[in-house]
Every structure is written in structure tokens, then in C-alpha cells.
């Protein structure tokens, strides 16, 4: 006779107090979907071929135009700062950035293992598309100071991502305010670099070298030094992103030409030879 009462206080104790439980009706979609627009991102895959490794090769890319996305938005975010002598403000900018890089640089995981006959399997789906044709990932060049004026030839059939590039190219890039608020600071910047035309790639100046082995012989608390570690952990990111990028590359197509056309493995190799902010790294040897 006992087990009913069992049975029931069992489902007396897993019972939901109504007051506690989660609402459930909403009129339309939920809030949720509202605010993240899942539906949306959920349905943006729209696949060429029949081979099952394509999905996560095509929602892998996706992500990471997220990612370059909101890293964009943090490297604008420090700009402004910086332009504006709110140093703390850039340097937590560029810390949330190096977390999102570390996020960004983890995307590689799902493809790095891809043998050439996997990729091969989707890999005509491309087309003559590439990730050196991305706009997103090309704004976050221009404001590392990787400038090219050639780079906005591929969007000229976008307008709005060819006016937002054609922008980006003739504003200062990151490390283009950080030199100017060194010349505010009172440091011996050259006119040469703070005048220079900014829609060129940024070159190296043994001037701004000693302006940032000078400080690094300084105070290792100072504002200005952790703004210079802060630069740094994103720059080392960035080479390991292109590493990653032409590790990945190498594995699943060898030496062959890339789908847009590039060098493939040859273009990356360049592209992962060269360091940003190169001054905040050659300055080391003069410590």
C-alpha cells in the first residue's frame, strides 16, 4: 500500500513551482531569437555539394566572419580611445580583442586535419571564391596598418563593403593613434611617420624602434608599457593565425594553386614571414 504514496510524493518533489518556472508562451518569436537571430544564422548554409565535410567547412568560415566582426569592432573601439588620450580605455579594447583572437585562431581546429583528397571532395564548390576576399578580415588589415589600396578592387561590385574599405584605407590604423599619442606623450616620433600617407602600408622607422626601447627600459607599470604588451599579444596572435592559416593550406592542398587564383601555400608563406607593429619587436634586441 505504500508505493502509491511513494509514487506520489516523487512526483510532488519533481514538481515545478509555477512561480519558478520559465515562461514559455510569447506572442510572436521568442525574445531570444529576437535579440540573437538564430533562425537566421541557422539557415545561411547553403551547400554546393553532396559531401558531408563541406558543412562544417562552410559554418567554420562563418564563424569566423563573426569573429573578424567583433575584433573589428574592438580595434575601432581602442582607436577612438586612443585618439581621444583614453589609454586604459584602448588597452582593455585590445585585451577583449586577444581573447576573441584566441577564439578566432581555435577555428582552424575543425579543418586543420583535412587530407587533400577531403578537401578536394567540395573543394570545386568554392569556386573562385577565397578568404583573401573577405571585406571584414580585410578591414581588420587596414587597421593592423596592412594597406593596400589593390585590396579594394574585389568589392567594387558591393558598394557599401567597397565605401567602408575605401574608408578604412584613409583612416589611421591602431598603431598609426598609438604613434601619435607617443608624439603627444613628448617621445621623438618623426614627423616622417605621423605625416606619412596613410592609405600605404605601414614600413618599420629606427626612430619610432628607439622611441619604443626607451620606454620598455622605463617603467615596466607604466601606462604606456602595458599598452605596448597589449599590442603585443595581439600582434603575436595575428602571426599565429596566419601560421595556422598556411599550416591548414599546406595539409589539405600542398603547393597547388589557391581557389582565388593566388599563389596558394606561397602567398601564406609572405603573409606569415612578416610581423605587425614591427617596431614593438625588433625594439627587444635594444633592451
Same mark, same amino acid.
Given at each position: 500500500?505504500?508505493?502509491?504514496?511513494?509514487?506520489?510524493?516523487?512526483?510532488?518533489?519533481?514538481?515545478?513551482?509555477?512561480?519558478?518556472?520559465?515562461?514559455?508562451?510569447?506572442?510572436?518569436?521568442?525574445?531570444?531569437?529576437?535579440?540573437?537571430?538564430?533562425?537566421?544564422?541557422?539557415?545561411?548554409?547553403?551547400?554546393?555539394?553532396?559531401?558531408?565535410?563541406?558543412?562544417?567547412?562552410?559554418?567554420?568560415?562563418?564563424?569566423?566572419?563573426?569573429?573578424?566582426?567583433?575584433?573589428?569592432?574592438?580595434?575601432?573601439? @581602442?582607436?577612438? /580611445?586612443? $585618439?581621444?588620450?583614453? !589609454? #586604459?580605455? &584602448? *588597452?582593455?579594447?585590445?585585451?577583449? %580583442?586577444? +581573447?576573441?583572437?584566441?577564439?578566432?585562431?581555435?577555428?582552424?581546429?575543425?579543418?586543420?586535419?583535412?587530407?587533400?583528397?577531403?578537401?578536394?571532395?567540395?573543394?570545386?564548390?568554392?569556386?573562385?571564391?577565397?578568404?583573401?576576399?573577405?571585406?571584414?578580415?580585410?578591414?581588420?588589415?587596414?587597421?593592423?596598418?596592412?594597406?593596400?589600396?589593390?585590396?579594394?578592387?574585389?568589392?567594387?561590385?558591393?558598394?557599401?563593403?567597397?565605401?567602408?574599405?575605401?574608408?578604412?584605407?584613409?583612416?589611421?590604423?591602431?598603431?598609426?593613434?598609438?604613434? @601619435?599619442?607617443? /608624439?603627444? $606623450?613628448?617621445?621623438? !616620433? #618623426?614627423? &616622417? *611617420?605621423?605625416?606619412?600617407?596613410? %592609405?600605404? +602600408?605601414?614600413?618599420?622607422?629606427?626612430?619610432?624602434?628607439?622611441?619604443?626601447?626607451?620606454?620598455?627600459?622605463?617603467?615596466?607599470?607604466?601606462?604606456?608599457?602595458?599598452?605596448?604588451?597589449?599590442?603585443?599579444?595581439?600582434?603575436?596572435?595575428?602571426?599565429?593565425?596566419?601560421?595556422?592559416?598556411?599550416?591548414?593550406?599546406?595539409?589539405?592542398?600542398?603547393?597547388?594553386?589557391?581557389?582565388?587564383?593566388?599563389?596558394?601555400?606561397?602567398?601564406?608563406?609572405?603573409?606569415?614571414?612578416?610581423?605587425?607593429?614591427?617596431?614593438?619587436?625588433?625594439?627587444?634586441?635594444?633592451?
Amino acid at each position: 500500500m505504500s508505493e502509491p504514496v511513494e509514487t506520489a510524493g516523487a512526483a510532488a518533489a519533481g514538481a515545478v513551482d509555477p512561480a519558478e518556472a520559465p515562461n514559455l508562451d510569447f506572442a510572436g518569436t521568442t525574445p531570444y531569437e529576437d535579440y540573437v537571430q538564430a533562425d537566421v544564422l541557422t539557415h545561411l548554409q547553403h551547400l554546393r555539394s553532396d559531401d558531408p565535410g563541406e558543412m562544417v567547412f562552410l559554418v567554420t568560415t562563418q564563424v569566423m566572419e563573426l569573429w573578424f566582426t567583433v575584433i573589428v569592432h574592438e580595434w575601432e573601439t @581602442a582607436t577612438r /580611445a586612443l $585618439r581621444e588620450d583614453r !589609454v #586604459p580605455v &584602448a *588597452v582593455d579594447a585590445l585585451k577583449r %580583442s586577444v +581573447r576573441e583572437l584566441e577564439a578566432l585562431n581555435a577555428s582552424w581546429t575543425p579543418l586543420a586535419q583535412l587530407t587533400p583528397a577531403q578537401f578536394n571532395s567540395y573543394r570545386a564548390a568554392l569556386g573562385e571564391g577565397s578568404g583573401f576576399q573577405s571585406a571584414m578580415y580585410r578591414r581588420m588589415e587596414f587597421l593592423l596598418g596592412e594597406k593596400s589600396a589593390s585590396m579594394l578592387v574585389p568589392h567594387r561590385g558591393a558598394p557599401r563593403a567597397h565605401a567602408e574599405l575605401e574608408k578604412a584605407l584613409q583612416e589611421p590604423s591602431v598603431y598609426d593613434e598609438v604613434l @601619435a599619442l607617443l /608624439a603627444r $606623450r613628448g617621445y621623438a !616620433v #618623426p614627423a &616622417a *611617420v605621423l605625416d606619412r600617407d596613410l %592609405s600605404q +602600408r605601414y614600413e618599420p622607422s629606427p626612430q619610432v624602434e628607439a622611441v619604443w626601447a626607451e620606454l620598455y627600459a622605463g617603467d615596466q607599470n607604466g601606462e604606456l608599457v602595458r599598452l605596448g604588451e597589449a599590442l603585443t599579444d595581439v600582434g603575436e596572435l595575428v602571426w599565429r593565425w596566419r601560421n595556422d592559416h598556411l599550416v591548414a593550406t599546406r595539409r589539405a592542398m600542398g603547393a597547388k594553386t589557391g581557389t582565388g587564383g593566388s599563389a596558394g601555400v606561397a602567398w601564406l608563406e609572405k603573409r606569415a614571414a612578416k610581423n605587425v607593429f614591427p617596431e614593438l619587436w625588433t625594439a627587444r634586441s635594444h633592451v
